[in-house]
């Protein structure tokens, strides 16, 4: 019974990390919302892990946060350089190539 | 039994089999290396971190061809409990991760030397995404996995966006990053919500577990577990409707880089992907099937309708990557039928691969030498290319050619393995791909034939009628040698001021470009006349037994 | 000696114009007399290799497969290097031999703008290998990759050498062929799964070998997937041909191509659709076939009038010509159709009837073009007052053509429509006999608008604009050796058709036996109730196969 509340935990989260996604135009809070979705992923992982009684879940979901903060590393350098040649990070200006 | 080895009882240390992760390990070795002289040396450095790390690449197959001859293809090796595996199928992969790497170095070098933007960097970024491929080629458990398409992945935005100061680049970066990061987000939750139903992250495990059958009471969470996945590297091979990213990111991103994209990155996520659909999800062929059926036949269709439109050649090139992708996919989606059938597919999808990867690394190779001269990727500065550059216009030919499927370069084969594999299947689904494909393989023909015909029946270009007598004073261009097409309008004012070096005149190919459009073309005709040089290579099971 | 015979002899005549074409890759452009020499060095070569080893071809056994060759190619799917010739392919490699020496003599001092002999020639010569190969090929995967290896030259040859449309002809062509080849693919694939080797005695089941699929290793698939199968085979084969609906892009590549383009296409690349039929379809599935033949009757005869008609609308020579090419398949389709070795032997025959004498018309109006600049008929007028000798071929090609009894189009045509009186036995004969009439109204029609062209062209007093035109010359030297080949041997073949018969008629025979444990395909075809027949022929090889 207790591994729902988490799943369902996680489910809602998934789901504002994809809506986040989809709808922000600041490229920061994009970011922001992909790390929602992640902390699903480990929430799910170590709830996981913990009801099939293996630590293989609680391993994945370092993994995935140490993973996740290289990417996010990368990811603000990236908008850093957009920043200073555009002075916005709104995604939604990014468009010069098209067709 | 795993609270045991976390446990206080003591650290084991589990067994490593060295030889087999040699290759691995020399490239990690080769990377460390150019780091290190990139801080020794710096500037100094230019001219021989290129051919370092070409060198390097050659070094790495080194170790592959002792474990071929170590016979690794008749018995695999299996380490840390199955989670990776040296199998033929991982080390053919791994051979052709390196080899396409080579050529993408050579391609790179004048490139990046003669560019604004030079830095050692680009090779140790280029490196380590290479070494996340190679992991790949053995990962066998969602952890190395996802291990390795986050090490093959995050190097490359950070080259997609290499010229800093060019917007578009910047543009490429931005997309790729945001669209890279949320597909692998969306692949977790899947992968997480697997872990969950088979109680392991290992593939062979999650196949073998009862939570995964068909008739398993938690047959939604597993739906929805294969499709997030499917959906995740549906991204990274840029298959429809999951490519958006790709035309945008190609165009913008430096030409070598584009290509490795094309080639390496798109080659990474489908072994990613016939690792999944063999060992992990194998039961599970009516989930996968019909999802990898469609994505086939939409990314074939879409891919080719959108390229036909196309005025930039790279763009072009991005959605027939997208409709190539969709060749690729197909194979995959009737594999379930039977076990015979999977071999087929497996042969067929890896012969594609190599066949591909020969031909579109070529094709760039060509854009890139065009596009010195022409600085502009339009697909008009192709007119009349046979008169103007006539070694180019025949050696374009022979790529457009194998895109296209038609005898006698390489890329006829291809596409006949994959149909093979789907007409092998003799179920009604496969007999309806195969025809969607025929069509499709016509289809294609508009728009690579269109580059032929103005390569060869057009008047030449006028504008680059005018580039070529600048040649002469390149030196002092202040564009800078960047020979890309999306360098053509360049947004920055900043030029920095080129140091002093030794540059090759825009009318004559440097050396390496050579060597790599020479590799490739030959590449290509060899692979469509003698076909078994390939097929012998590409005849390996990813079925084959896994112990324990 | 025997290793040439029964090795790379044929191996050699295949690739010898490859080298030629990759000898003249290296040599640079403006040695424009070395690399004339070497194209047509290497095509001669090819032909003198060709002849010499065709000279111990041994007629008595002309429905064998002769000159083989068996090596592995593509391991993994079983396919191989398989080469050999019988009577069916002896003349079409002759003809094929024969017509691109001429073309390259015929273009030495001429070549069409924009020139560039370097590249015309080479794609010349790669064409001939393709050709050749596509002839001698006995492996269903090695004829396919030379079938489609004259499809990039032949592109090329009419995109840079051709007329005002060439961009929107040469593309046409291109995917026509294109897409009908894809799904012939498809088809070959899906036999290649169904077929078993086995029974035509091979070790393995699998085969790409056309002499088992030929030879009974198909008799046991079911008649449905049968059909299928044809049904791609035909849109690949049909294509090239062209069949009826399928022929509109010979119109217009014939008319942008250059010269030399044409001839080529009418010679040989037009044999390449119709000798699929009779090598591959119709032996591989003579079940198929029989179940199509009405289908391909009809669009045959369709083929024959429409052609007709097409050709009394049309106002530009070329054009014209190629739409009685058009109506000339058809015959040879009507041909194929009756599945009868008497209608298959006419159709052979016609085959090379119509490359010579076609081919030659296609010379001929490529030789007035250059003399008039124009092929619009009604500018055009006394061929005959001002260059008498071309206006005489023209005569003779017209009366080849149009079938008169003594020249080789005769025994193209009527043997045909004479088949088609007494189709094989399976078949409707109420409906092929109807199909008869037509073909017979069809060839009054191809006499009518023969003679019209040739009454425009030829007749009457030339046009003032061309009266005193000093371009307008009779037959010069390079003309006459190129012309004369072809000219005499539309004389001789219709002379002496045993000539050609003798070949012919063994292999022809050979290829609709189709052998099988349960009796041939030969005798269900002649039987009333063939359908029964080949229905009980499957039963008992599967029973067989069963124990």
């Known amino acids: 019974m207790w591994l729902n509340q988490f799943l369902v935990l996680s489910a809602v989260l998934f789901s504002i990390g994809v809506y986040g996604v989809l709808a922000r135009r600041n490229g920061v809070l994009v970011l922001m919302s992909i790390e929602l979705i992640l902390n699903a992923v480990n929430i799910n992982l170590v709830a996981f892990g913990s009801y099939v009684q293996t630590v293989v879940g609680e391993v994945f979901a370092l993994f995935v946060i140490t993973v996740a903060a290289a990417e996010v590393g990368v990811g603000l350098a990236i908008l850093l350089l957009l920043y200073r040649n555009r002075r916005s990070v709104d995604i939604h200006d990014v468009d010069m190539m098209k067709g | 039994m795993a609270l045991d080895v976390l446990g206080v009882v003591g650290f084991i240390r589990p067994h490593i089999d060295w030889h087999a992760l040699a290759p691995e390990l020399t490239l990690l070795g080769v990377g460390a290396l150019l780091t290190t002289l990139d801080v020794l040396l710096a500037e100094r450095g230019r001219n021989i971190t290129p051919v370092l790390a070409g060198l390097g690449m050659l070094g790495v197959l080194v170790p592959i061809f002792t474990l071929l001859a170590a016979g690794v293809v008749g018995e695999p090796r299996v380490l840390f409990g199955g989670a990776y595996v040296v199998d033929g199928f991982a080390l053919l992969l791994k051979g052709l991760f390196v080899a396409a790497g080579y050529v993408v170095i050579l391609m790179s070098t004048h490139y990046v030397a003669e560019g604004d933007y030079w830095g050692n960097e680009y090779y140790g970024l280029m490196l380590s995404s290479l070494l996340g491929m190679v992991v790949m080629s053995s990962a066998r458990d969602l952890i190395s996995i996802f291990v390795a398409l986050e090490l093959l992945s995050i190097p490359a935005y950070l080259l997609a966006t290499w010229r800093k100061r060019d917007l578009r680049s910047n543009e490429a970066g931005v997309k790729y990053y945001l669209m890279g990061v949320f597909a692998s987000a969306i692949m977790l939750y899947g992968m997480s919500l697997l872990f969950g139903v088979s109680g392991s992250t290992i593939l062979s495990e999650i196949s073998a577990s009862p939570g995964l059958s068909s008739g398993s009471a938690s047959s939604a969470v597993v739906i929805l577990g294969v499709v997030f996945v499917i959906v995740g590297f549906a991204f990274k091979v840029s298959a429809f409707p999951f490519h958006t990213w790709a035309p945008d990111v190609y165009e913008g991103s430096p030409t070598p880089i584009t290509a490795f994209l094309s080639v390496a990155s798109k080659t990474a996520g489908f072994v990613a992907l016939m690792a999944l659909v063999y060992v992990g999800f194998w039961e599970r062929s009516n989930v996968y099937g019909p999802l990898l059926w469609f994505l086939a036949a939409a990314s074939m269709t879409a891919g080719n309708l959108m390229a036909l439109r196309q005025k930039n050649i790279v763009r072009l090139m991005a959605y027939s990557g997208v409709a190539q992708a969709g060749f690729m996919i197909a194979p995959l989606a009737i594999a379930g039928s039977s076990t015979l059938a999977a071999d087929d597919a497996t042969s067929a999808v890896l012969t594609y691969l190599v066949i591909y990867a020969a031909m579109n690394l070529g094709t760039f190779a060509v854009i890139m030498s065009v596009a010195r001269r022409t600085r502009t990727g339009d697909v008009a500065s192709y007119n009349g290319l046979f008169r103007t550059f006539p070694a180019m216009a025949v050696v374009m030919t022979i790529f457009l050619a194998s895109l296209a499927g038609i005898p006698p370069a390489g890329g006829w084969f291809a596409k006949f393995v994959v149909f093979k594999a789907l007409v092998s299947a003799d179920n009604a689904s496969g007999y309806v791909l195969a025809a969607v494909a025929a069509v499709n393989a016509v289809i294609a023909v508009g728009y690579y034939g269109k580059i032929a015909a103005r390569m060869w029946f057009e008047k030449p270009w006028a504008a680059s009628a005018e580039a070529v007598p600048e040649v002469a004073s390149v030196g002092v261009s202040e564009e800078g040698a960047s020979p890309d097409p999306a360098a053509a309008a360049p947004l920055s004012d900043s030029t920095q001021p080129i140091p002093a070096m030794v540059r090759t005149p825009l009318n004559l190919l440097p050396f390496s470009l050579r060597a790599a459009l020479t590799i490739t073309s030959l590449a290509t005709l060899v692979f469509g006349i003698l076909p078994f040089t390939v097929s012998t290579l590409t005849d390996v099971s990813l079925l084959s037994p896994f112990p324990g | ?547």
């Open chain 3, 1 to 547: 000696m025997q290793d040439f015979l029964n090795g790379w002899g044929l191996t050699l005549v295949t690739f010898v114009p490859m080298l030629g074409a990759l000898v003249l890759l290296a040599i640079p452009k403006r040695n424009e007399w070395s690399l004339k020499v070497v194209a047509l060095g290497s095509s001669l070569l090819a032909a003198l290799i060709g002849v010499f080893l065709l000279s111990w071809f041994d007629t008595s056994r002309a429905g064998d497969l002769q000159f083989v060759v068996d090596k592995p190619w593509i391991e993994t799917i079983n396919s191989r290097y398989i080469m050999g010739i019988d009577g069916i392919s002896l003349p079409l490699i002759l003809l094929t031999l024969l017509v691109v020496p001429l073309c390259i003599v015929y273009s030495f001092d001429h070549f069409p703008e924009p020139r560039n002999p370097k590249s015309f020639l080479t794609l010349l010569l790669i064409l001939q290998t393709g050709m050749v190969g596509t002839f001698v090929a006995q492996d269903l995967i090695l004829f396919f990759v030379f079938f489609e290896i004259v499809l990039l030259p032949m592109y090329f040859m009419i995109g840079v050498w051709g007329g005002e449309n060439r961009r929107y002809a040469s593309i046409k062509f291109f995917l026509y062929t294109l897409f009908g080849s894809a799904l012939m693919l498809i088809s070959f694939l899906a036999m290649f799964f169904l077929a078993d080797g086995t029974l035509a005695g091979l070790d393995a089941v699998r085969t790409f070998d056309m002499r088992a699929l030929s030879g009974g290793a198909t008799a046991a698939i079911a008649r449905t997937s049968q059909v299928w199968i044809f049904a791609g085979m035909f849109l690949g084969f049909g294509v090239k041909v062209p069949m009826f609906p399928f022929h509109t892009w010979l119109p217009d590549a014939h008319t942008e191509a250059p010269t030399v383009g044409s001839v080529i296409l009418a010679a040989v690349l037009l044999k390449l659709g119709t000798y699929g039929f009779v090598r591959v379809a119709v032996p591989m599935l003579p079940e198929a076939a029989a179940a199509w033949a009405p289908v391909i009757g009809l669009l045959a005869v369709i083929g024959i009038i429409y052609g007709a008609l097409g050709c009394l609308a049309q106002r530009d020579m070329k054009r014209l010509i190629a739409f009685s090419s058009v109506a000339h398949m058809g015959f040879v389709m009507l041909g194929i159709a009756t599945l009868t070795p008497f209608g298959v032997n006419a159709a052979v025959f016609g085959m090379v009837a119509h490359g010579l004498i076609t081919g030659m018309l296609f010379f001929l109006a490529g030789s007035m073009k250059e003399r008039y600049h124009t092929l619009e008929m009604s500018r055009l007028g006394g061929l005959l007052k001002q260059a008498p000798r071309m206006g005489w071929m023209l005569g003779f090609c017209v009366m080849a053509s149009l079938g008169l009894p003594g020249l080789a189009g005769f025994w193209g045509e009527f043997p045909a429509i004479l088949a088609s009186y007494s189709p094989a036995a399976i078949l409707h004969q109420g409906v092929f006999r109807a199909y008869m009439v037509i073909a017979a109204v069809g060839t009054v029609l191809a006499a009518g608008y023969l003679l019209w062209m040739l009454q425009k062209t030829a007749f009457g007093k030339a046009r003032k604009e061309f009266a005193n035109s000093p371009d307008i010359k009779d037959v010069k030297r390079h003309e006459y050796i190129s012309w004369a080949p072809l000219l005499v041997l539309i004389v001789v073949l219709g002379f002496y058709p045993r000539l050609l018969h003798e070949a012919t008629d063994p292999a022809v025979r050979e290829s609709l036996e189709v052998p099988s444990i349960a009796g041939s395909a030969q005798d269900c075809l002649d039987s009333d109730d063939g359908w029964t027949c080949f229905d009980e022929r499957r039963t008992e090889i599967k029973q067989t196969q069963g124990n």
